[in-house]
């Protein structure tokens, strides 16, 4: 990987609405569903766990407000990292940013690790050649194989292009919407109301267990930002697709609930490999409709991996542009015009995970769930202060009555980090599996950290920021790298 200055410094802007649209939708409804509704109807009850998600989708509406404005104000690769410098200065926004990155890739491994449970419902016996077993999961190179080839082959299609990229989100995200349309008109034409039953388990912590999950479920409509320079739409129309991206997305979780309950008994949920696809099944009168719901799960994979490939890449370019990373992460490749060597990162990353097992599963979800509302909270912190320091500042699309909100963002994002919190929350993080991936990357974070301030200090940063911001020629802050 070579990271050398010149003209080919700049992102290609090719992104329609559209794209932009189903980039958001698309990185929200990846996998999860499919694997983790029974468990979320079993922790909470069937309304129990729809309350977790309207609860966990209205925090991130708010956020998603706050995004909507900073975005069309401040339309830079990075997002986020770029409007916490602006309010906060360089210490929060590399620690915004460095908690974006955990939570990007641990989403694109969350994918890795998905890809052959598809598989291993569609061919239950592939699962050859035992390597060893990591906290009670027996892990097969086949299996792991294929989780580290699809990271690959994601790799290599956002690296030749955001363009294609979009073009494969679109056409996965319509075939998984139609599937979801039949398997919701099919649960409510044929399923049993009194399948709901419990409506309600655990009370209040039934439905924090599930609610702690939202954030990470519903992560991917803050990869707008991050595009933001290969998009050809008005700044306004940015900021409200953002909004768009998040309500559809909590819609696709409450109506996937609500059909899964309404088309298996709470008995049935602990005992079903797959939930949702058994459920499809059941719901469509054939076992094969089962399949087709695999099928609709793989697309999911598919446009959330696409998705957050093209978001953690971008905040690794930013950061490197800025001079928070190392320079070679900086590099824009001259002819397909992505930051490549960011992609080959996240690449390698995602395809080392499957090695761990199924249970990294849970982990990353947990742990990558921790970092999103960190840097939801900065996020909202920033909106405020902006409305404050800068009440002048052009902002394209400005949101009705925005201190309100952006005290209500905060609020909110403050209290899901509570959450997670041993003593506090009965859903707290797990020693010594998920706070071990906050710690070390916290460490890693820092060596990073102390290593940009030796090279640059806040002044250089201060410096390349401003420039980003001003939409000066990426060429006067490229630095020429290994």
Not at 28 to 46: C, Q
Not at 73 to 96: H, I, N, T
Not at 122 to 127: D, E, I, K, Q
Not at 212 to 241: C, H, N, W, Y
């Amino acid at each position: 990987m070579n990271s050398k200055s010149g003209s080919d410094t700049q992102l290609l802007q090719v992104l329609g609405r559209r794209d932009v649209l189903f980039l958001a939708f698309g990185s929200m409804i990846g996998w999860g569903w499919v694997v983790l509704a029974g468990d979320w109807i079993n922790d909470a009850g069937s309304i129990g766990a729809v309350l977790a998600f309207l609860l966990g989708g209205l925090m991130v509406t708010f956020i998603s407000l706050t995004y909507g404005e900073l975005t069309s104000a401040m339309p830079k690769a990075g997002g986020e990292q770029v409007f916490s410098w602006r309010a906060l200065g360089p210490f929060w926004s590399f620690v915004c940013a460095w908690m974006l990155v955990l939570a990007y890739v641990a989403v694109v491994a969350f994918e890795a690790v998905a890809m052959p449970t598809v598989l291993e419902y569609l061919v239950p016996a592939f699962r050859q050649v035992y390597l060893w077993n990591i906290a009670g999961w027996d892990v097969y190179l086949t299996w792991a194989l294929v989780g580290s080839g699809g990271a690959i082959i994601m790799m290599i299609i956002n690296y030749i292009g955001i363009k294609f990229a979009a073009i494969v989100q679109t056409v996965v995200v319509i075939f998984l919407m139609i599937i979801g349309v039949l398997f919701f008109g099919g649960a409510l034409v044929n399923g049993q109301p009194a399948y709901l039953q419990p409506t309600f388990v655990g009370g209040m912590k039934g439905i924090l267990t599930v609610a702690i999950m939202t954030p990470f479920m519903l992560v991917g409509f803050d990869i707008v930002p991050q595009a933001a320079e290969e998009m050809k739409i008005p700044s306004r129309t940015v900021g409200i697709i953002t909004i768009m991206g998040v309500i559809l997305g909590a819609i696709w979780y409450m109506m996937i609930i609500l059909a899964v309950s309404f088309s298996l008994p709470a008995g049935e949920l602990s005992f079903a490999s797959l939930v949702t696809a058994d459920a499809m099944g059941v719901a469509l009168g054939h076992p094969a409709w089962s399949k087709v719901m695999v099928v609709g799960g793989l697309c999911g994979i598919i446009s959330t991996w696409n998705g957050f490939y093209i978001g953690g890449s971008r905040v690794l370019f930013a950061m490197a542009r800025a001079g928070q990373l190392p320079a070679f992460l900086g590099y824009i490749h001259p002819k397909y015009k992505t930051p490549s060597n960011a992609v080959i990162l996240v690449g390698v990353l995602s395809a080392l995970v499957p090695f761990l097992g199924r249970m990294a599963l849970v982990w990353l979800t947990d742990a990558g769930g921790l970092a999103t509302v960190i840097a939801y909270f900065i996020v909202a912190v920033s909106f405020l202060v902006l409305r404050f320091k800068e009440p002048e500042m052009e902002r394209p699309y400005k949101v009705f009555a925005g201190k309100a909100v952006g005290f209500i963002a905060a609020g909110l994002a403050f209290i899901f980090i509570l959450f997670y919190l041993p003593g506090i929350s009965p859903a707290a993080l797990i020693w010594p599996y998920e706070w071990g991936i906050i710690f070390g990357w916290i460490i890693l974070g820092a060596i990073f950290f102390i290593q940009a301030k030796k090279l640059g200090g806040d002044s250089e940063v201060n410096h390349r920021m401003r420039l980003i911001v001003l939409g000066k020629n990426t060429e006067n802050i490229s630095s020429s790298g290994s």
